[in-house]
Structure formats: structure tokens, C-alpha cells
């Protein structure tokens, strides 16, 4: 996550340099020493953490070509700022598999991407991709009901549908201005595979990629979910559609409950699921926040996303 934090930070600072004339400042850095295993953001809402911190919230429903509705979060700027006027340039970044919006807020105020750019005076956009906790809807199947259906997408899917629905929707909110996008991990697949097939359509709309951890074709990877996938790829496929499985680790009781419990009292467990699905070197992350982190993860996928990356 801090590592995840200062790539976001060179990135917009190049941004700034070139594009804007805003400029990145933190806060006082001692901040996250005084906050420093403050472990109360695992309860608190996306909406909360960012009103505690000083930020306007907004929440945008957007409906995709293929019926979709994806719950895209803003932070338009400080509260005091008073209400946008849209004169910000936006910036979208998009989380990565099983991941969501809030991957960009909760690590320590002072090094989260997302307080980070909005402090710098970006009008911030966060995307949720299809199917995760904030964006678990259709206008037409639900998600429990009709699983088949719904759970019937790819990462292709979200590049093809989602991200042109998510920056039409935010080019008409701030008049129509270009929008910087920052993807992480499944966000840069998202976006390599929508340019491989509307290149110019992003061309015309978005002035920067920004791709953290980029992923095209992953043929050595060290992630054990995928390897383990493409090892059982056959067993997983059909074991799945026999017992109608069609969403994985998805947010609930047991994902997020379960691994907040454990990672509040035992850290080499916090450790162990970092290193099983986040991190090859979970040694160099701060496991003072990994109650927070495990408290808002893991957030759900298609089962047809893992075994496309498989």
C-alpha cells in the first residue's frame, strides 16, 4: 500500500508538471507518526473516512452500455472548499481484482493516493468495477438471483463497457474536461484492453496512463491465486459450473469479518494472506494497518475474470 502511494505520488507529480500548474504537498508528517496503529478506519465507511479527514464525498450511479450500474466515488476536494464548480482537472483511478475504491484511501491520510491528489487540488474520481461490493447490480439480473447472467463478464468487459460509461459520466459533471486515469493491477488490464480495441476514443479523452503494476499477459507471475488457477485450471472451470459457483471471495461475514478478527490479534496470519494474495515481500508493508486493510477486503470477482487471467 505505501509503496502503491509514492508510485501514485511521481505519477501525479509528472502530471502536474507538465499538464496542470497544481503542485503535491502532504500533510504534517507527523501526522501518521501520532496515527501510527490507529486501527478505527476498519469500521468506518468510505464516506466517513473521507469526511474525518476533511474531504467532500460524493457517490455517482453509472449505467454501462451492457446494463451494469457501477457506484463510482468522488472527492472533489477539501469540505471547506465548498460545493465543485468543476473547474478541477479529474483524475480516475481504478482499483485492481478483488479490490475496491477504498484500496485508495486507507492507508495513513497522509500517504493515500486518492488525499494525496485531492489535497493537490485534483477533482478525484474512483471507480468500482462490475461486480464488486459497490457495484453489485444490473438493471436486469441480480446478482444472487440470476448468477449465471450476472457473473457473466471479464476484465474485457469492464474495458469495453465500464470505463468509457465512467468517463462519459465524469466528463459531463466537470465540462467536459480530458480525464487522467490511474490504473492498478486489473485497472491497467482494464485499460490496455479497451485501448487495444477503441484506441481512439481514450485518445480524444484521456491525457495519461498511469499504469501501476501492469498487467498484460502474466506468464511470470508469482501471484499464488493465479498460479494455483492456472495449475487447477480445468478442475476450477468445471467444479465451478457444476455447483454453480460464479463469484469468488466476494465481501462478507466471513471474508472481511473473519480476516479483520484475526488480523487485529495475529499478524503473521495478516501476513500470510498478504503474501498468498497481495504481496511477494509482505515484510517491507506496514502491518499497523493490515486490520484496516483486511477490514475493507477482499471485495469479489467473476469467477470468469480469475480464469481469463489463468
Not at 42 to 61: A, L, V
Not at 244 to 254: A, P, S, T, V
Not at 278 to 299: C, K, W
Amino acid at each position: 500500500m505505501q509503496r502503491l502511494a509514492v508510485s501514485a505520488v511521481l505519477a501525479l507529480s509528472a502530471l502536474a508538471a507538465s499538464e496542470y500548474e497544481f503542485t503535491l504537498d502532504y500533510q504534517n508528517s507527523n501526522d501518521i507518526a501520532e496515527n501510527k496503529g490507529d486501527t478505527s478506519d476498519k469500521d468506518r465507511s468510505f464516506e466517513e473516512i473521507c469526511t474525518e479527514n476533511g474531504f467532500s464525498f460524493e457517490m455517482h450511479e453509472v449505467v454501462t452500455e451492457d446494463g451494469y450500474i457501477l457506484n463510482v466515488f468522488r472527492i472533489p476536494g477539501l469540505a471547506s472548499e465548498g460545493a465543485p464548480d468543476g473547474s478541477k482537472p479529474p483524475i480516475l483511478f481504478q482499483h485492481g481484482i478483488l479490490d475496491s475504491a477504498y484500496c485508495w484511501i486507507i492507508n495513513y491520510a497522509d500517504v493515500a493516493p486518492a488525499f494525496v491528489a485531492a489535497r493537490a487540488g485534483y477533482d478525484v474520481w474512483l471507480g468500482n468495477s462490475r461486480g464488486n461490493t459497490f457495484s453489485r447490480a444490473h438493471t436486469e439480473y441480480d446478482p444472487d438471483h440470476n448468477e449465471k447472467k450476472f457473473w457473466d463478464f471479464t476484465w474485457k468487459d469492464m474495458g469495453d463497457y465500464d470505463l468509457p460509461a465512467v468517463i462519459d459520466a465524469i466528463q459531463a459533471e466537470t465540462g467536459g474536461q480530458k480525464v487522467a486515469y490511474v490504473g492498478h493491477s486489473q485497472g491497467t488490464t482494464q485499460m490496455f484492453t479497451a485501448l487495444s480495441t477503441n484506441q481512439d476514443y481514450f485518445a480524444d479523452k484521456v491525457p495519461l496512463f498511469v499504469a501501476l503494476g501492469p498487467v498484460t499477459k502474466i506468464s511470470h507471475t508469482e501471484d499464488t491465486l493465479f498460479l494455483w488457477a492456472a495449475h487447477f485450471y480445468d478442475t476450477l472451470a468445471n467444479t465451478c459450473a457444476v455447483l454453480g459457483i460464479h463469484e469468488l471471495l466476494g465481501d462478507n461475514w466471513f471474508t472481511s469479518g473473519v480476516a479483520e478478527l484475526l488480523c487485529s490479534n495475529i499478524p503473521s496470519f495478516c501476513e500470510l494472506l498478504s503474501e498468498l494474495f497481495i504481496s511477494q515481500n509482505p515484510d517491507l508493508d506496514d502491518n499497523t494497518r493490515f486490520a484496516v486493510y483486511m477490514g475493507h477486503e477482499p471485495n469479489g470477482t467473476s469467477v470468469k475474470s480469475i480464469l481469463h487471467y489463468a
